[in-house]
Every structure is written in structure tokens, then in C-alpha cells.
């Protein structure tokens, strides 16, 4: 007798329930923070709070590879930043990445790079630079640290800078659709009264609208000093999206694919100290490179932003 499959229950797909993938993107974005330390799945699984006998087969799921090669491709994209940016000998490169043996890690480095160490650093110091290789990120930092003024107080909620004129000289206006500006930036939110409580509670926005219709919620921020600008905290759902868009929403969000945003403060590492203590999940501690101190977090449902340190124009 041949059984039918269909009637047979279908297991769940445990790397996709976007709780579950949250906890997951903690473990990726530990790696991702510290690639060059050891990372045995015991140890990744207590970061998570999955099992160690399911959490690598979750992780695979999730992002598409186990959690060992994860962690190797990140050794081997800091090494290669390394070697094109710096000048520094090779076996103090691959020892700071990660590696216990120089022989492996330019068999490795050749294998999924085809190139050796040498070849690779010979080749990329050789190519003139490109500002398109920066992170946009740090890109905005730099423009932010030529065009505006010097921030005027550090007494504020978490170290923000202060609002001070345009960064961008105004051009003439004939009245079209742009001559207003940008009003509401949305982003998803797994839970609203989750969202509320981390960025009013622990990022200190003000709440501007919150109103219902029926199970829709429109939900807006603030930065106290930006007016001008809302920021949506919107759950994906109807009437906006069907349910099972909604459900991929929440997917993506929980893995951390969608793009970064970015909060210029005055003080990036004052500001770490401060949002840390009031229970803000750092992903990135405050780091100095490409002129400017920057660190990373993200929100409850797997929002990530970046938290640049904006540096006064030199009088």
C-alpha cells in the first residue's frame, strides 16, 4: 500500500519563526563582532538560547550555512581587509583573524579566494582606492564631520547631536514634490508595545502619533531634537500586506537582512555607556576607523543601527 504523503504532518520549519531567528541573528552577530575568538557551537548555542543539538542545523537554516563556515568567511573577509589596508606582516594578520597556523590559513585563503595572501595584497594595493568600497555608513560620517558645526552641549538624553543648520546647501525650489522633505521613515516592528518601550524607554524618542483603526496601529517617533522627522514603528500586517508576506517581513527583519540605520551623537562612547546601562543590545562596541568612533545595536526584532560619533569641523 503506498502511503500519501500529504497526509502526513508536516514538520515545522523551525528557521522561520522569526523569534527563533532573532535569537539566532545574536550568535551571528557575536561572530560577526568577534571573528578572530573561538566559537564551538556550545558556546554560539548558550549566546542564543537554542539547544547545542539543534542550534546548528537552526543556524543553516536561517542563513543558508552552518555556523563554522559563517565564521570563516568573516575570518577571511578581515584578513583580506586587513592586508589591503594595512602593512602589516601576514602571520600577524592571520593570528589576529583568528587562525593557529599560518599554513592553514593561506591553504585556506588560497582555496576560497584563489589567490595567496601575497598575491591578494599585491593585487589590491595596486588598485587605486574607491570611496564606493567604504561602508555607506561611515561615508555619511565623513560628509557629516566637514559640513556641520560644532555640537554645543553634551547634556542630553543619550549623547545625540545637536539638530544646527542643513548640512546640504538648499537649492532653488519650483514648488514640486520635493521642495517639502522627507516626513515619516518606516521600519517593521515584530511587537508595537515592544518597539515603544526600546525607543522611548531606552533610546529616549517621544512618542508622536499612536492611533488605532480596528487592529491597525499607526505608530510614530521621535528623536527629541528632530522635529521634522518621524520614525514609523509599524507591524507588517493587513491591511498593508497579506499574512504570509507579513510572515516573510518578519523573517528578513529577524535575520537582520534589512538595511541599517544611522544615529549621529555627539559622543559615541559616552552614548554606548549610557544606552548599555539602560539595557540596549550592542552588537558592535564603540570602534575608531575611517576618522570616526562608531558602534552597532539593534532593536527587539533584529533592526540594525549604526551610531556614528559626528567630529567638529577643525576652526
Known amino acids: 500500500m503506498v502511503k500519501n ?10 528557521g522561520k519563526d522569526p523569534r527563533l531567528l532573532r535569537r539566532l541573528l545574536r550568535a551571528k552577530d557575536r561572530m560577526d563582532a568577534a571573528s578572530h575568538e573561538a566559537w564551538p557551537v556550545q558556546r554560539l548555542a548558550k549566546v542564543s538560547g537554542v539547544s547545542e543539538a539543534h ?79 567604504a561602508p555607506p555608513c561611515f561615508v555619511s560620517a565623513a560628509l557629516l564631520r566637514q559640513r556641520r558645526p560644532a555640537p554645543q552641549s553634551h547634556d542630553r538624553s543619550f549623547g545625540e547631536a545637536a539638530a544646527g543648520p542643513r548640512f546640504y546647501e538648499e537649492g532653488p525650489s519650483n514648488g514640486g514634490p520635493m521642495s517639502q522633505g522627507v516626513g515619516v521613515v518606516g521600519l517593521y516592528a515584530r511587537d508595537q508595545d515592544e518597539a515603544v518601550d526600546f525607543y522611548v524607554g531606552k533610546l529616549g524618542f517621544r512618542i508622536h502619533t499612536d492611533v488605532r483603526n480596528g487592529d491597525y496601529r499607526w505608530l510614530t517617533v521621535q528623536h527629541p531634537e528632530q522635529p521634522s522627522l518621524q520614525l514609523g514603528l509599524f507591524k507588517p500586517q493587513a491591511p498593508t500586506l497579506d499574512a504570509e508576506t507579513a510572515r516573510t517581513v518578519e523573517e528578513i527583519v529577524a535575520k537582520g537582512a534589512m538595511p541599517p540605520l544611522v544615529l549621529v551623537v555627539d559622543d559615541c562612547r559616552a552614548a554606548y555607556d549610557r544606552l548599555s546601562a539602560r539595557g540596549v543590545e550592542f552588537t558592535q562596541a564603540p570602534t575608531d576607523r575611517y576618522g570616526a568612533v562608531d558602534a552597532s545595536f539593534r532593536d527587539p526584532a533584529g533592526n540594525g543601527w549604526k551610531m556614528i560619533e559626528a567630529q567638529p569641523v577643525a576652526s
Request: no cysteine.
Open 5 to 14: 504523503r500529504e497526509s502526513r504532518p508536516r514538520r515545522l520549519n523551525a
Open 55 to 133: 542550534f546548528a542545523r537552526s543556524f543553516k537554516a536561517a542563513f543558508g550555512v552552518p555556523p563554522h563556515r559563517y565564521l570563516l568567511t568573516r575570518r577571511l573577509e578581515r584578513a583580506n581587509a586587513l592586508l589591503r589596508q594595512t602593512d602589516a606582516p601576514i602571520i600577524e594578520i592571520a593570528f589576529e583573524t583568528g587562525w593557529t597556523s599560518l599554513g592553514t590559513f593561506g591553504r585556506t585563503f588560497r582555496q576560497v579566494l584563489g589567490a595567496s595572501p601575497s598575491e591578494l595584497r599585491a593585487r589590491e594595493q595596486a588598485t587605486p582606492y574607491q570611496l564606493d568600497r
